[in-house]
């Protein structure tokens, strides 16, 4: 639904007279709830792949688990099981430390 549509629907609702003030609060409110919290989220993504250095575990958007072995500014080159797998580094989903997970405790 587009800006004129949300319009011509309040302004039906107002009886034919609109009121910009109510026009504003719709699109602050809009501001406050979609677009702000998407723009923070995105830079909290930007700045953690920014911190990602050799050596930490990530997991990928795929749900691979994998330790960097190099990275440059758009691709990473990453050590799995199987061996290396190169990928952009816009694919990093979130960081898999051994604190966040940590190994599995052996029984005596």
Do not use: C
């Amino acid at each position: 639904m587009n800006l004129n549509a949300i319009f011509s629907i309040l302004q039906a609702a107002a009886g034919g007279g609109f009121d910009p003030i109510v026009l504003m609060l719709i699109m602050a409110v809009f501001f406050f709830f979609m677009i702000w919290p998407q723009m923070r989220r995105q830079k909290k993504t930007k700045t953690f792949i920014s911190e990602l250095k050799k050596g930490d575990f990530i997991v990928t958007t795929g749900g691979v688990h994998g330790k960097i072995h190099t990275m440059d500014d758009k691709f990473i080159i990453l050590e799995i099981e199987e061996g290396k797998i190169k990928m952009e580094s816009a694919g990093v989903s979130m960081e898999s430390t051994q604190a966040a997970y940590p190994a599995p405790k052996k029984d005596a």
